[in-house]
T-cell receptor
Framework: DSGVTQTPKHLITATGQRVTLRCSPRSGDLSVYWYQQSLDQGLQFLIQ???????AKGNILERFSAQQFPDLHSELNLSSLELGDSALYFC??????????????FGPGTRLTVL | GQNIDQPTEMTATEGAIVQINCTYQTSGFNGLFWYQQHAGEAPTFLSY????GLEEKGRFSSFLSRSKGYSYLLLKELQMKDSASYLC???????????FGRGTSLIVHP
């Protein structure tokens, strides 16, 4: 157990819909990272927040957005969902703005299925 | 551009040694990561190589050649629990944000 929690564990929805994935970092961690893992694309970094501010952006679609709240939890919003958005979405947290890979702690993931 | 490549699947026998290769192309390379991921679970960190050479951690070792854009993960004394996907990823530009390969699915059989 990494100490990072993600809800929901599973999510099934229809094309065109909007969903929100939630992540609570480990106690004291200021950074949150979002990753998407699909069968055809592998694991991809989406976005990082540090203490409420966006710090790094990866291959995140314009239909997707994220934020980090004052209590440091983060939400990833996915809108106008398409079949190809079906994937595992992981959140990771770390205490630092720049965190080495052994300093990032992954949550259990949210499996999104778009029908 | 950036590119990273590793075999899709490998099989090996319990107790044996297996080497999983990874090649990459990028500018401003900083380091290379290996992660292990069991099906349906989160990735777990295995190693991070910055300098050329072999780094050993118990049954797992990781090698890097920066000039060749090449790395491998060596797993010794394979156990059934080592059946998992092994993800290679590089980091460039100093951000620690990794670019992942698609992973190598390792199947260990008795």
């Amino acid at each position: 157990d990494s100490g990072v929690t993600q809800t929901p564990k599973h999510l099934i929805t229809a094309t065109g819909q909007r969903v929100t994935l939630r992540c609570s970092p480990r106690s004291g961690d200021l950074s949150v990272y979002w990753y998407q893992q699909s069968l055809d694309q592998g694991l991809q970094f989406l976005i990082q927040y540090y203490n409420g501010e966006e710090r790094a952006k990866g291959n995140i679609l314009e239909r997707f957005s994220a934020q980090q709240f004052p209590d440091l939890h983060s939400e990833l919003n996915l809108s106008s969902l398409e079949l190809g958005d079906s994937a595992l979405y992981f959140c990771a947290s770390s205490p630092y703005n720049r965190a080495a890979p052994d300093e990032q702690f992954f949550g259990p993931g949210t499996r999104l299925t778009v029908l | 551009g950036q590119n990273i490549d590793q075999p899709t699947e490998m099989t090996a026998t319990e107790g044996a040694i297996v080497q999983i290769n990874c090649t990459y192309q990028t500018s401003g390379f900083n380091g290379l990561f290996w992660y292990q991921q069991h099906a349906g679970e989160a990735p777990t960190f295995l190693s991070y190589n910055v300098l050329d050479g072999l780094e050993e951690k118990g049954r797992f070792s990781s090698f890097l050649s920066r000039s060749k854009g090449y790395s491998y993960l060596l797993l010794k004394e394979l156990q059934m629990k080592d059946s998992a996907s092994y993800l290679c990823a590089f980091e460039s530009g100093g951000s620690y944000i990794p670019t992942f390969g698609r992973g190598t699915s390792l199947i260990v059989h008795p």
